[in-house]
């Protein structure tokens, strides 16, 4: 494994170069609920225990694929409160969840060194929002460090864990998608994994009731103080000098285009690089903005440094102009790249504008779709033959949020994790529609239960469908509590839907295998008469864990047979029809031989490929 390279370079994700960071830093307790752009983090840590698993060796550490990002992240707070060095890891959604811990958390602290790692995602490649969680540090007092590439993210890491001991805070570690996903050379140092057993020392400050509360926000506030110092002096806060009195100010992803179009353009300027960004050196920022007539902040998403910046230079009466957001096309949305950045510093520096060397080929949209052979796509076919018109279909946060896209069209509403139950309740008591809900196993342990323990208790008449495919199948086919093992690559008590939700005092509970549409049908059929809360767990596993040779072969459409009615491409929508000429053919390197569409073809026109 290219993380544990005893080598003094690898080449590695952003991602894995944080997992290095930690190695070295002698990690104890790493713990997660997946989300992209984060999963690598979580997964290295995995594969990781597993490669030493079955060398007969002990791993060193332990790592958890908790239930949702609230319970990763209490479970590693108790365990650096008891003086193991921890890391939680999430995409920046699963802050939200654990918001709730981590305010709370700041003002305990932590004994021996915790990184929380939010992975933002500008442009919402894998989200349903953009937010900008470098906020979250401000709002909650944690300090804040922000990587630019593999090599940073895995020196910082390690001078994380040390700055929240020194602190005795939790780090907030900002990730993004591009930081996440690039690869890049990493100086490696010693692996330093050893078990050990921490020790908690009890004390009524730990007790969060309003009393102490009271006593311990102060005592966060001068933490902080302490970590401006600490800002202050970091390595990863410094000034590059290539002259002029021009000033740019980047963190992140961000300060790589900056450098990068600064020397294709050879303009003089300083530049700031930020990698402590919260608390801001904030006598580092006087001086640079005292020496700069002009200040250009380029920054991912929110005006983050900008109007801490810009408020500097106001307290300071600093006679410095500040651009940042709306300056050239500097955007609060989406990613830059390097076209955008060099166009803004041109327009800073009074250069002519780049020709587009753009050849604009046009590249044809290629949306997402349900893989071929997916069982969603049964259920939600199934759905669809028998749910009355103007049924709402709220859904949630999986592979299976794809059932949105034609022809299936199986997704009317959308929040966040566990959002579809909630909302099912809401919509069957405003509208006299019918609704049937949509989630995925994994996500129905994350944030599905309380939904349904309020729908039950309210007696909300609505379907929930369980759509259970036997794994986290979205962020990489992790584990989750209705698997049989862990993310340490042991065996665990696997939990079933369908027990669960009769534990709630679900009445109406039926289980279906939707590769068999009758009955599917059927079932759906009988949820929908029943008035009340019911639930149907639809299972099957995820195509893609069954093993290749079972999903060998292809099957095939006897022309002879087939009527053009289109069934299986404009209702079903399998990705592997396709048509050749005027003929309806399955392209056998995509089918995996599912045999779902036979039960939709009337003539019986789809056979197995001899
Ligand atoms: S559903 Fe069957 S008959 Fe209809 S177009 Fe497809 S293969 Fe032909
Ligand atoms: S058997 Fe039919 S439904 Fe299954 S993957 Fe192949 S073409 Fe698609």
Redesign the pocket.
């Known amino acids: 494994m290219d993380v544990l390279s005893t080598q003094k370079k690898a080449l590695l994700l952003g991602n894995e170069a944080v997992v290095r960071g930690a190695v070295e830093a002698g990690i104890d307790v790493a713990t997660t609920y997946p989300g992209t752009p984060s999963s690598e983090i979580a997964d290295t840590f995995s594969k990781i225990a597993q490669y030493y698993k079955n060398k007969g060796l002990e791993p060193g550490f332990y790592f958890q694929y908790s239930t949702n990002e609230k319970v990763a992240l209490e479970f590693a707070a108790a365990a650096a409160v008891s003086g193991l060095r921890a890391l939680t890891c999430m995409k920046h959604v699963g802050l939200n969840v654990a918001s709730d811990t981590f305010m709370t958390y700041m003002y305990v602290g932590c004994k021996a060194g915790h990184v929380i790692i939010t992975a933002d995602d500008p442009s919402c490649h894998s989200s349903q929002n953009e937010q900008d969680n470098r906020y979250y540090a401000k709002f909650g007092n944690a300090p804040l460090l922000e990587p630019s590439d593999p090599l940073e993210a895995k020196d910082m890491v390690m001078e994380a864990f040390k700055i929240s001991e020194e602190l005795s805070l939790p780090i907030l570690f900002r990730m993004t998608t591009r930081t996440s996903h690039i690869r890049g050379p990493v100086s490696l140092g010693r692996i330093n994994l050893k078990k050990k057993k921490g020790k908690f020392e009890k004390n009524p400050l730990m007790v969060t009731v309003p009393e102490v509360a009271r006593k311990l926000h102060p005592i966060l506030l001068e933490k902080m103080e302490m970590a401006e110092k600490i800002s202050e002096n970091s390595r990863f806060n410094y000034v590059e000098d290539f002259g002029g009195n021009a000033g740019i100010v980047s963190s992140g992803p961000s300060h790589n285009y900056v450098r990068e179009a600064v020397e294709e353009l050879g303009v003089k300027c300083k530049i700031l690089k930020l990698g402590m960004t919260n608390p801001l050196p904030r006598k580092m920022c006087i001086d640079f903005l005292k020496a700069c007539g002009r200040v250009l902040v380029v920054e991912e998403l929110e005006p983050f440094l900008e109007e801490q910046l810009k408020a500097i230079a106001h307290e300071e009466e600093i006679d410095v102009k500040i651009y940042g957001k709306g300056y050239g096309g500097l955007s609060r949305i989406y990613e830059y790249d390097v076209d955008i950045v060099e166009r803004v510093i041109r327009k800073f520096f009074g250069l002519k504008e780049k020709e587009s060397a753009s050849s604009s080929i046009p590249i044809p949209p290629r949306p997402p779709v349900l893989c071929p052979g997916c069982p969603h796509r049964a259920t939600y076919y199934a759905v669809k033959q028998v749910a009355p018109e103007g049924t709402i279909y709220p859904t949630d946060i999986g592979c299976y949020t794809l059932g949105k896209a034609p022809p299936l069209e199986v997704a009317d509403f959308l929040l966040c994790m566990g959002s579809n139950v909630g909302t099912a309740c809401g919509f069957s008591y405003a509208t006299n529609q019918k609704v049937i809900s949509f989630m995925g196993d994994s996500t129905f342990f994350h944030a599905g239960l309380p939904g349904i323990v309020n729908a039950v208790h309210h007696n909300h008449d609505c379907i929930i469908t369980v759509l259970d495919n036997r794994t986290t199948a979205m962020t990489g086919h992790q584990p989750n509590p209705g698997t049989e093992y862990d993310g340490m690559g042991n065996e665990a008590v696997m939990l079933k839907v369908e027990d669960v939700v009769r534990g709630l005092g679900v009445k109406h509970v039926e289980v279906v295998n939707p590769n068999n549409l009758e009955k599917t049908k059927e079932t759906f059929r009988r949820a929908l008469e029943y008035k009340g809360t019911s639930v149907v767990v639809s299972k099957a596993p995820c195509i893609l864990l069954i093993p290749q040779e079972r999903r060998a072969g292809s099957f095939e459409?006897d022309q002879n047979k087939?009527?053009?009615?289109?069934?299986?491409?404009k209702k079903f929508g399998c990705p592997a029809f396709y048509y050749d000429g005027d003929k309806?053919k399955i392209d056998e390197t995509l089918c995996s031989a599912c045999g779902v569409c036979t039960q939709?073809?009337e003539?019986h026109?789809?056979r197995r490929k001899k």
């Open positions: 459409i087939c009527t053009k009615c289109e069934v299986c491409i309806i939709v073809c003539p026109a789809i």
